[in-house]
Nanobody, 121 residues
């Protein structure tokens, strides 16, 4: 069975940085596109970033472009989200997701349990 485990969340001040990690197992990691999503309190889950199976293609939602960087290490079965210049509105539970094939903003059948990111002002 596919398992995705996020880590690296925490409490940071506005303007600070965090790097989230997602360790994957139960899949051929190099065949899967990976994504990050987030859900703030009282709001709908939203797409944040995604990366192709080989790491050559990335996609970001407009609100994080220039601040967040998604990357992956296929030898470690791990995808990362480096978050710089954090804002209070980035506060959310961040979820890692996996899908076989090409990058999309949707259609991710596998999900982690999430990691909390809280940005204080």
């Amino acid at each position: 069975q596919v398992h995705l485990v996020e880590s690296g969340g925490g409490l940071v001040q506005a303007g600070g940085s965090l790097r989230l990690s997602c360790a994957a197992s139960g899949l051929t990691f190099s065949s899967y596109a990976m994504g990050w999503f987030r859900q703030a309190p009282g709001k709908e889950r939203e797409f944040v970033a995604a990366i192709s199976s080989g790491g050559r293609i990335t996609d970001y939602t407009d609100s994080v472009k220039g601040r967040f960087t998604i990357s992956r290490d296929n030898a470690k079965n791990t995808v990362y989200l480096l978050m710089n210049s954090l804002k209070p509105e980035d506060t959310a539970i961040y979820y890692c997701a996996a899908r076989f094939g090409v990058v999309k903003k949707y259609d991710y059948p596998y999900w982690g349990q999430g990691t909390q990111v809280t940005v204080s002002s």
